[in-house]
């Protein structure tokens, strides 16, 4: 029979793995719980955080396609990242030149 554990208990794995960085592996030790368990609760705790509505535990094509949402925006949040340190890099660049006074 599975085990049911609090709300809490679930919140504060996800905050070690989340917020404190820890591996799943190592919260998964520590706490005694299976890593598939961990998992599924980071992954709603990620969903719920960007405003989706996590799917059913049952529903497979649901989660499949939730999961390809969760990499893709992980995927747009890098090349947004990207993005912005090479415009604010190419704006120092044209500061730098522009600033040179010619004789």
Same mark, same amino acid.
């Not at 799943?24 to 299976?34: P, R």
């Not at 993005?83 to 500061?95: F, M, V």
């Given at each position: =029979?599975?085990? &049911? ?5 679930k *919140?504060?794995?996800?905050? /070690?793995?989340?917020?404190? @960085? =820890?591996s799943? &592996? ?5 706490? @005694? %719980? !299976?890593k598939?368990?961990?998992? #599924? ?6 969903? !719920?955080? *960007? @405003? %989706?509505?996590? #799917?059913?535990? @049952? ?8 999961a &390809? =949402? ?7 949040? =890098?090349?947004?990242e990207i993005? *912005? *340190? #090479?415009?604010?890099? /190419? !704006?120092?660049?044209? /500061?730098k030149i522009? !600033? #040179?006074?010619? &004789?």
């Open positions: =029979m599975p085990v &049911k554990f609090s709300e809490e208990f *919140r504060d794995a996800v905050a /070690l793995v989340l917020a404190q @960085g =820890m799943q &592996k190592q919260v998964c030790a520590d706490l @005694g %719980i !299976s598939s368990a961990l998992q #599924a609760w980071v992954r709603n705790a990620e969903l !719920s955080g *960007r @405003g %989706i509505v996590p #799917a059913a535990s @049952g529903d497979g094509v649901a989660q499949r396609e939730q &390809k =949402m969760l990499k893709r925006i992980r995927e747009l949040e =890098m090349e947004n993005l *912005r *340190r #090479a415009a604010a890099y /190419l !704006s120092q660049a044209n /500061l522009g !600033s #040179a006074s010619p &004789k």
